[in-house]
């Protein structure tokens, strides 16, 4: 079963991707932050995925352990949100058929399905080499909103 991701590609457009995402912390309560994430496809599937970049050794950590995650956005009264399971891409999280150059790639397709655009690619690329950014890919099990 196929899920519509055409609300999230519409209020991701309405305000640049931001939105807050939620994972479990090892104690069992919410941690949240804010992020721009959007849609794109899975590099490996193809399937219509939800990623935003994400680093930092505690959030990958409990990503790692429970990669349930929920992400919201937000434009003026018009929300929407989905659910499900995370995976991780990046150097400390190989995926079969993703070297340097594909993930490379898919840091700026995540960034790029969040509405970003970018001046100097070189300095974006070497800035997400130097900081061990990581893609971080949400398979929607659930969507949902009032829009």
Known sequence: ????LAP?????????GLATVSIV??????HTSLV???VLDHPITGEPVVGYVTYGRIKLRNLRERPATSVAWRSGWQWA???GPSELIGPDDPADGIDAEGLRV??????TGAGGTHDDWDTYDRVM???RRVAVLIAPTRVYGNG
């Open 8 to 16: 999230i590609r519409s209020i991701v457009a309405a305000d640049s």
């Open 106 to 111: 898919l840091l700026r397709a995540v960034f």
């Open 36 to 38: 721009n994430a959007g």
């Open 1 to 4: 079963m196929s899920i519509d």
């Open 25 to 30: 912390r090892a104690d069992g309560t919410p």
């Open 81 to 83: 949100g989905i659910e």
């Open 129 to 131: 080499r130097e900081e």
